[in-house]
Protein backbone atom coordinates (compact mmCIF):
# COMPACT_ATOMS: atom_id res chain seq x y z
CA UNK A 1 0.00 0.00 0.00
CA UNK A 2 2.65 2.64 1.01
CA UNK A 3 4.99 1.74 -1.71
CA UNK A 4 1.69 2.09 -4.26
CA UNK A 5 0.41 5.45 -2.59
CA UNK A 6 4.18 6.74 -2.80
CA UNK A 7 4.78 9.95 -4.56
CA UNK A 8 1.11 9.40 -5.90
CA UNK A 9 -2.11 12.28 -5.71
CA UNK A 10 -4.85 9.92 -3.49
CA UNK A 11 -7.23 12.49 -3.66
CA UNK A 12 -7.04 11.87 -7.76
CA UNK A 13 -10.43 8.90 -7.74
CA UNK A 14 -8.51 7.44 -10.50
CA UNK A 15 -5.36 6.85 -8.38
CA UNK A 16 -7.50 5.22 -5.78
CA UNK A 17 -8.89 3.03 -8.14
CA UNK A 18 -5.68 2.16 -9.68
CA UNK A 19 -4.18 1.00 -5.92
CA UNK A 20 -7.44 -0.49 -5.10
CA UNK A 21 -7.22 -2.57 -8.14
CA UNK A 22 -3.57 -3.45 -7.23
CA UNK A 23 -3.97 -4.34 -3.74
CA UNK A 24 -7.18 -5.81 -3.04
CA UNK A 25 -6.42 -9.07 -4.60
CA UNK A 26 -4.01 -9.25 -2.39
CA UNK A 27 -5.46 -8.78 0.46
CA UNK A 28 -8.43 -11.19 -0.47
CA UNK A 29 -5.53 -14.06 -0.98
CA UNK A 30 -4.96 -14.01 2.86
CA UNK A 31 -6.49 -16.54 3.93
CA UNK A 32 -6.92 -15.11 7.79
CA UNK A 33 -10.02 -13.47 7.89
CA UNK A 34 -8.88 -11.10 11.10
CA UNK A 35 -6.26 -10.19 8.88
CA UNK A 36 -8.07 -9.52 5.86
CA UNK A 37 -10.36 -7.29 7.70
CA UNK A 38 -7.62 -5.31 9.68
CA UNK A 39 -5.55 -4.49 6.25
CA UNK A 40 -9.48 -3.60 4.28
CA UNK A 41 -9.69 -1.32 7.31
CA UNK A 42 -6.04 0.61 6.75
CA UNK A 43 -6.58 0.62 3.03
CA UNK A 44 -9.67 2.63 3.54
CA UNK A 45 -7.85 4.65 5.97
CA UNK A 46 -5.27 5.59 3.28
CA UNK A 47 -7.73 5.82 0.70
CA UNK A 48 -10.39 7.81 2.77
CA UNK A 49 -13.08 5.61 1.32
CA UNK A 50 -15.97 3.37 2.65
CA UNK A 51 -14.25 -0.06 3.44
CA UNK A 52 -17.83 -0.98 2.17
CA UNK A 53 -17.83 0.91 -1.22
CA UNK A 54 -13.81 -1.18 -1.60
CA UNK A 55 -15.53 -4.54 -0.74
CA UNK A 56 -18.05 -4.24 -3.27
CA UNK A 57 -15.65 -2.68 -6.26
CA UNK A 58 -13.94 -5.59 -5.78
CA UNK A 59 -17.03 -8.09 -5.86
CA UNK A 60 -18.28 -6.08 -9.07
CA UNK A 61 -14.70 -6.67 -10.91
CA UNK A 62 -14.45 -10.23 -9.57
CA UNK A 63 -17.72 -10.50 -11.09
CA UNK A 64 -16.80 -8.96 -14.53
CA UNK A 65 -13.46 -10.81 -14.93
CA UNK A 66 -15.31 -14.22 -14.06
CA UNK A 67 -17.68 -13.15 -17.17
CA UNK A 68 -14.94 -12.36 -19.16
CA UNK A 69 -13.22 -15.73 -18.90
CA UNK A 70 -16.58 -17.56 -18.85
CA UNK A 71 -18.91 -15.79 -21.15
CA UNK A 72 -20.73 -19.55 -21.79
CA UNK A 73 -21.79 -18.96 -18.61
CA UNK A 74 -22.82 -15.15 -18.27
CA UNK A 75 -26.46 -15.58 -18.71
CA UNK A 76 -26.61 -18.23 -15.99
CA UNK A 77 -24.32 -15.37 -13.58
CA UNK A 78 -26.95 -12.51 -14.31
CA UNK A 79 -29.59 -14.83 -12.75
CA UNK A 80 -28.15 -15.29 -9.41
CA UNK A 81 -29.13 -13.89 -6.21
CA UNK A 82 -25.48 -12.32 -5.75
CA UNK A 83 -25.97 -10.51 -9.21
CA UNK A 84 -29.37 -8.79 -8.43
CA UNK A 85 -29.09 -8.10 -4.91
CA UNK A 86 -28.27 -4.53 -3.86
CA UNK A 87 -27.47 -5.78 -0.71
CA UNK A 88 -23.76 -3.65 0.94
CA UNK A 89 -20.90 -5.67 1.08
CA UNK A 90 -19.78 -6.46 4.67
CA UNK A 91 -16.57 -8.37 5.95
CA UNK A 92 -17.37 -11.64 6.43
CA UNK A 93 -16.66 -12.12 9.94
CA UNK A 94 -19.16 -9.29 10.13
CA UNK A 95 -22.00 -11.23 8.32
CA UNK A 96 -21.11 -14.32 10.04
CA UNK A 97 -21.65 -12.61 13.37
CA UNK A 98 -25.28 -11.34 12.57
CA UNK A 99 -26.61 -14.85 10.91
CA UNK A 100 -25.09 -16.10 14.75
CA UNK A 101 -27.21 -13.54 16.33
CA UNK A 102 -30.09 -14.23 14.31
CA UNK A 103 -30.05 -18.17 14.22
CA UNK A 104 -30.39 -17.80 17.91
CA UNK A 105 -33.15 -15.13 17.83
CA UNK A 106 -35.45 -16.48 15.34
CA UNK A 107 -35.88 -19.69 17.42
CA UNK A 108 -35.79 -18.12 20.76
CA UNK A 109 -37.40 -14.32 20.00
CA UNK A 110 -37.93 -14.18 23.62
CA UNK A 111 -34.27 -14.09 24.18
CA UNK A 112 -34.29 -10.54 23.10
CA UNK A 113 -36.16 -9.86 25.91
CA UNK A 114 -33.25 -10.73 28.35
CA UNK A 115 -30.45 -9.06 25.97
CA UNK A 116 -32.84 -5.66 26.45
CA UNK A 117 -32.55 -6.07 29.82
CA UNK A 118 -29.09 -6.58 30.29
CA UNK A 119 -28.44 -3.60 27.57
CA UNK A 120 -30.84 -1.36 29.48
CA UNK A 121 -28.45 -2.11 32.69
CA UNK A 122 -25.22 -0.77 30.66
CA UNK A 123 -27.49 2.24 29.42
CA UNK A 124 -27.57 1.17 25.92
CA UNK A 125 -30.83 1.20 23.65
CA UNK A 126 -32.57 -1.93 23.23
CA UNK A 127 -32.20 -4.42 20.16
CA UNK A 128 -33.65 -3.23 16.96
CA UNK A 129 -33.15 -3.70 12.98
CA UNK A 130 -30.34 -1.20 12.53
CA UNK A 131 -28.17 -2.93 14.78
CA UNK A 132 -27.87 -5.34 11.44
CA UNK A 133 -26.34 -4.14 7.94
CA UNK A 134 -27.76 -7.01 5.77
CA UNK A 135 -31.79 -5.82 4.74
CA UNK A 136 -32.07 -9.75 4.79
CA UNK A 137 -31.09 -9.81 8.30
CA UNK A 138 -32.87 -6.71 9.30
CA UNK A 139 -36.20 -8.44 7.82
CA UNK A 140 -35.73 -11.68 9.76
CA UNK A 141 -35.28 -9.63 12.92
CA UNK A 142 -38.17 -7.32 12.34
CA UNK A 143 -40.55 -10.89 12.00
CA UNK A 144 -39.11 -12.26 14.99
CA UNK A 145 -39.77 -9.41 17.24
CA UNK A 146 -43.33 -9.17 15.84
CA UNK A 147 -43.66 -12.61 16.41
CA UNK A 148 -43.30 -11.76 20.22
CA UNK A 149 -46.59 -9.58 20.03
CA UNK A 150 -49.25 -12.46 19.13
CA UNK A 151 -50.33 -15.69 21.07
CA UNK A 152 -52.10 -17.39 18.20
CA UNK A 153 -48.93 -19.44 17.39
CA UNK A 154 -45.41 -20.49 18.71
CA UNK A 155 -43.22 -17.32 17.61
CA UNK A 156 -40.92 -19.89 15.54
CA UNK A 157 -44.05 -20.75 13.25
CA UNK A 158 -45.14 -17.39 13.20
CA UNK A 159 -41.76 -16.17 11.78
CA UNK A 160 -41.67 -18.67 8.81
CA UNK A 161 -45.73 -17.56 7.93
CA UNK A 162 -44.66 -14.40 7.95
CA UNK A 163 -41.11 -13.95 6.26
CA UNK A 164 -40.57 -13.57 2.57
CA UNK A 165 -40.72 -16.18 0.58
CA UNK A 166 -37.69 -15.87 -0.89
CA UNK A 167 -36.16 -15.58 2.93
CA UNK A 168 -37.27 -19.21 3.65
CA UNK A 169 -34.38 -20.91 2.88
CA UNK A 170 -31.84 -18.86 4.06
CA UNK A 171 -34.22 -18.94 7.39
CA UNK A 172 -33.36 -22.57 7.60
CA UNK A 173 -30.02 -22.49 7.05
CA UNK A 174 -29.38 -20.30 9.87
CA UNK A 175 -31.98 -22.88 11.96
CA UNK A 176 -29.89 -25.64 11.36
CA UNK A 177 -27.24 -23.71 13.26
CA UNK A 178 -29.50 -23.80 16.94
CA UNK A 179 -30.90 -27.12 15.97
CA UNK A 180 -29.80 -28.36 19.41
CA UNK A 181 -28.97 -24.62 21.36
CA UNK A 182 -30.40 -24.83 25.16
CA UNK A 183 -31.79 -21.18 25.43
CA UNK A 184 -31.59 -21.48 28.90
CA UNK A 185 -27.62 -21.84 28.98
CA UNK A 186 -25.93 -19.12 30.79
CA UNK A 187 -23.27 -19.27 27.47
CA UNK A 188 -25.80 -18.85 24.91
CA UNK A 189 -27.32 -15.92 26.87
CA UNK A 190 -23.62 -14.07 27.21
CA UNK A 191 -22.75 -14.92 23.74
CA UNK A 192 -25.67 -13.40 22.20
CA UNK A 193 -25.37 -10.27 24.02
CA UNK A 194 -21.28 -10.51 23.47
CA UNK A 195 -22.00 -10.71 19.63
CA UNK A 196 -24.84 -7.87 19.87
CA UNK A 197 -22.04 -5.52 21.29
CA UNK A 198 -19.83 -6.21 19.01
CA UNK A 199 -21.87 -4.83 16.15
CA UNK A 200 -22.82 -2.12 17.35
CA UNK A 201 -18.64 -1.63 17.86
CA UNK A 202 -18.20 -2.45 14.44
CA UNK A 203 -20.76 -0.57 12.94
CA UNK A 204 -19.83 2.68 15.11
CA UNK A 205 -16.23 2.07 14.36
CA UNK A 206 -17.33 2.38 10.54
CA UNK A 207 -19.57 5.23 11.07
CA UNK A 208 -16.78 7.40 12.61
CA UNK A 209 -14.17 6.27 10.14
CA UNK A 210 -16.66 7.94 7.33
CA UNK A 211 -17.03 11.32 9.62
CA UNK A 212 -13.86 11.35 10.01
CA UNK A 213 -13.27 11.04 6.16
CA UNK A 214 -15.97 14.09 5.78
CA UNK A 215 -14.87 16.13 8.64
CA UNK A 216 -11.03 15.80 6.41
CA UNK A 217 -12.88 17.17 3.30
CA UNK A 218 -15.07 19.95 5.18
CA UNK A 219 -12.02 21.31 6.70
CA UNK A 220 -9.84 21.40 3.44
CA UNK A 221 -13.03 23.00 1.94
CA UNK A 222 -13.31 25.55 4.20
CA UNK A 223 -17.13 24.42 4.83
CA UNK A 224 -18.58 25.05 8.46
CA UNK A 225 -19.71 20.98 9.03
CA UNK A 226 -16.99 20.50 11.07
CA UNK A 227 -18.36 20.77 14.12
CA UNK A 228 -21.15 18.94 12.56
CA UNK A 229 -18.96 15.98 12.30
CA UNK A 230 -17.62 16.60 15.33
CA UNK A 231 -20.22 16.40 17.42
CA UNK A 232 -21.23 13.18 15.78
CA UNK A 233 -18.28 11.75 16.24
CA UNK A 234 -18.36 12.42 20.28
CA UNK A 235 -21.64 10.97 20.73
CA UNK A 236 -20.25 8.19 19.09
CA UNK A 237 -17.46 7.60 21.05
CA UNK A 238 -19.75 7.81 24.02
CA UNK A 239 -21.64 4.68 23.14
CA UNK A 240 -18.63 2.94 22.31
CA UNK A 241 -17.01 3.67 26.08
CA UNK A 242 -20.27 2.40 26.68
CA UNK A 243 -20.12 -0.54 24.98
CA UNK A 244 -16.25 -1.12 25.91
CA UNK A 245 -17.53 -1.63 29.57
CA UNK A 246 -20.40 -3.96 29.00
CA UNK A 247 -17.52 -6.36 27.14
CA UNK A 248 -15.30 -6.54 29.98
CA UNK A 249 -17.97 -7.35 32.66
CA UNK A 250 -19.63 -10.69 33.46
CA UNK A 251 -22.49 -9.85 31.49
CA UNK A 252 -24.41 -12.91 32.87
CA UNK A 253 -24.83 -11.00 35.57
CA UNK A 254 -27.43 -9.49 34.04
CA UNK A 255 -29.43 -12.11 33.05
CA UNK A 256 -29.68 -13.52 36.18
CA UNK A 257 -29.15 -10.84 38.66
Not at 70 to 83: C, I, V
Not at 93 to 108: D, F, G
Not at 116 to 121: C, G, I, S, V
Not at 238 to 249: D, G, P, R, S
Request: hydrophobic letters at 35%.
Amino acid sequence: MDSLAAGQDINDPKVKSDIVRQVMPLIQDIPNAVERDTYIQQLARLLKVDERALLADHRRTSRQTHKRRTSTRAELDETTPESQTSEPRIAQPVKTLEEYCLSIIIRHPELIYRVNRALKEANLPSMSADDFQLTDHQEIFKVSLASLNQDQVEPLNFALDHLPYPLLDYADQLLIQTKDLDPYAEHVLDDLLRSVLRLREYNLNQSNNQLRFLMEDAQEQGTLRTEEYQKAIYENTLVLNKIYQALTTKMSQAFTG
